[in-house]
């Protein structure tokens, strides 16, 4: 039993060995595993930290491009109201379409599918983005939603929106050259808009204080009832008379606030590139035209308040005046002796010139630059033309400029001066903001006696009941005004078949409250065997405005008895 049992035991013991032996061995094993699997793990995460580094060092391009273009479309601009509180123009939120070229997966495909939802893109100047590498490109600035819609929806890698603020101008045309236009960037170009950018917005935007931020709006002196009235009246003045281009202003004569402007042809600043056409530009402060007779209103203004000549004064106009070899004579002349009064009715050029030379040169060049006629004239708006003064200021260009010949000023500058020759005398420079009665009280200039004014009131009135200015009486109203008619020039020589015509307002002329300028372009007789003069266009048209404007404006018909329109007397 001994011997048997002790091998067993014995056999056991050495089987138990191996056993242990083995143990260990695996053992090992695992830890070698474990470390080899670690190292993998670390591998890994080494690979993908070395990823996401290569991919930030790639993103850093087009994020400073992401940058910078977040920043020039997300610039907000205050609304333009008008006096009342209607919008001229706001910001509206807009797509525009961007690529990240270093995202795009296939160039081919995606110039495809954009130039095939985009046609008016370029396609090979889309290719040549889509492959510059370049971490940021615009394709495609302020689009419709239904554009933006349809890109959306090709799915393509590494194309884009962003949400920017685009200009819109409600009332379209409306008030184009007032409100102007801005770029693609929504800067000012033009206008209010680039008015107020000179003023403040640019310096607020560039500190970063104009980002999506809500601005209190800017509210203007123009009233857009009565611009859409100035604005349809010379439409249908250019459409019956077939003229080439029109103007009209209506002016706070109190105040100097510019209530209205038009010049046509004129843009929709919603379509930007109709302001770059050089038809389009704007003549009643950016066009320089010879005003023709109106001009006599300031000459008679000018002999007057010099004390050389008086209301009852007469002047030979019997034959025509020979000057420089030239001969100054009347359109329709009366071939008689003519008093003060009748040379402003009749519109006599020689009356005229006779009561300048009573006046003398020197007066009146010193009298056209007391009523800032001779100088440009600032506004709110940057289109401001310069006057074109004669070479030599000699005894023919002193005559020809006291009936609106030899010299040219903008159709602004015309009723500027006007609103002082009728107000009382006061020059007010013209503005296109509110104006304060302190400010109006500061800026006042006396140009003329109150006197004065008060005689030029009655020639105007005189001018309206008896001369060439009956097509724009309002009944009621007691418009009063002068025509003028210009030749133009054309290879440095007057031509009769051309003119400018132009009427110059005022209502009511016992006291009035805002001056009317209308200027029609080369007009043709509205039928044949009638002319084509300033009382037969310009006058009607104005009075059609006055006639529309006035109860806006809150200044009411007034009759004395019997329902006869009240008048005034010298």
């Not at 104005?542 to 008895?561: C, D, H, N, Q, Y």
């Amino acid at each position: 039993m001994t011997m048997v049992s002790e091998p067993a035991s014995f056999l056991q013991v050495r089987r138990a060995q191996p056993r242990a032996a083995r143990g260990s061995v695996s053992s090992s094993a695992v830890k070698s595993r474990v470390y080899v699997a670690m190292l993998a793990f670390a591998c890994v995460y080494v690979a993908i930290a070395g990823r996401l580094v290569l991919l930030a060092q790639m993103e850093e391009a087009p994020s400073s491009a992401w940058i910078s273009a977040q920043d020039s479309i997300s610039a907000s601009r205050p609304d333009l109201i008008d006096r009342n509180g209607e919008i001229l123009a706001t910001d509206i939120k807009t797509a525009s379409l961007y690529a990240e070229p270093r995202r795009i997966i296939d160039v081919e495909e995606a110039v495809e599918g954009l130039t095939r939802v985009l046609p008016e893109l370029d396609e090979k100047l889309v290719r040549r983005r889509l492959e510059s590498g370049a971490g940021f490109v615009w394709l495609k600035r302020e689009m419709t939603p239904q554009k933006a819609a349809q890109v959306h929806n090709l799915g393509l890698p590494g194309v884009g929106f962003l949400s920017e603020n685009q200009r819109f101008y409600p009332g379209g045309p409306t008030a184009g050259h007032i409100v102007g236009s801005v770029n693609v960037d929504n800067q000012g170009l033009t206008g209010i808009e680039k008015y107020i950018d000179n003023e403040w917005l640019a310096d607020l935007q560039s500190l970063g204080f104009a980002s999506d931020r809500t601005m209190e709006p800017v509210r203007l002196s123009v009233d857009l009832r009565v611009q859409h009235v100035v604005r349809d009246e010379l439409v249908k003045a250019m459409e019956r008379y077939r003229a080439i281009a029109a103007a009209g202003i209506v002016l706070d004569a109190k105040t100097g606030e510019v209530v209205a402007m038009s010049s046509l042809p004129d843009y929709d600043p919603n379509d930007r590139s109709q302001a770059l056409q050089k038809d389009r530009l704007n003549r009643a402060t950016g066009g320089v035209f010879e005003m023709g007779s109106v001009f006599k209103a300031f000459t008679t203004a000018m002999a007057l308040d010099s004390g050389t000549v008086s209301i009852n004064d007469s002047f030979d106009a019997t034959r025509p005046i020979r000057a420089a070899g030239r001969t100054i004579s009347d359109f329709h002349g009366k071939n008689r002796i003519l008093s003060v009064p009748e040379i402003f009715i009749y519109s006599s050029n020689i009356g005229t010139a006779k009561m300048m030379l009573a006046t003398g040169v020197a007066r009146q060049k010193e009298f056209l630059e007391r009523l800032h006629l001779t100088k440009r004239l600032n506004t709110e708006l940057p289109e401001n033309a310069k006057p074109l003064l004669p070479r030599k200021w000699s005894d023919l260009a002193a005559m020809t400029i006291s009936f609106g010949h030899g010299l040219s000023v903008t159709p602004m500058q015309t009723a500027v001066a006007a609103a002082a020759v009728v107000n009382g005398g006061t020059l007010l420079p013209p503005t296109f903001l509110p104006r304060s009665p302190e400010d109006v009280q500061a800026l006042g200039k006396q140009v003329i006696s109150p006197e004065v004014s008060r005689m030029m009131r009655y020639l105007f009135r005189l001018n309206v009941l008896s001369g060439s200015g009956r097509r724009s009486d309002v009944p009621g109203y007691t418009v009063g005004g002068k025509t003028g008619t210009a030749e133009k020039i054309e290879n440095g020589r007057y031509v009769n078949n051309k003119r400018r015509n132009s009427f110059l307002s005022a209502f009511p002329m016992d006291d009035p409250r805002y001056v009317v300028l209308v200027v029609i372009d080369e007009p043709k007789p509205e039928r044949e065997g009638i002319g084509a003069t300033a009382g037969l266009n310009a006058a009607p048209t104005a009075g059609a405005i006055i006639r529309r404007s006035a109860p806006m404006l809150g200044v009411m018909p007034r009759f004395g008895k019997g329902d006869e329109p009240i008048e005034i007397s010298y």
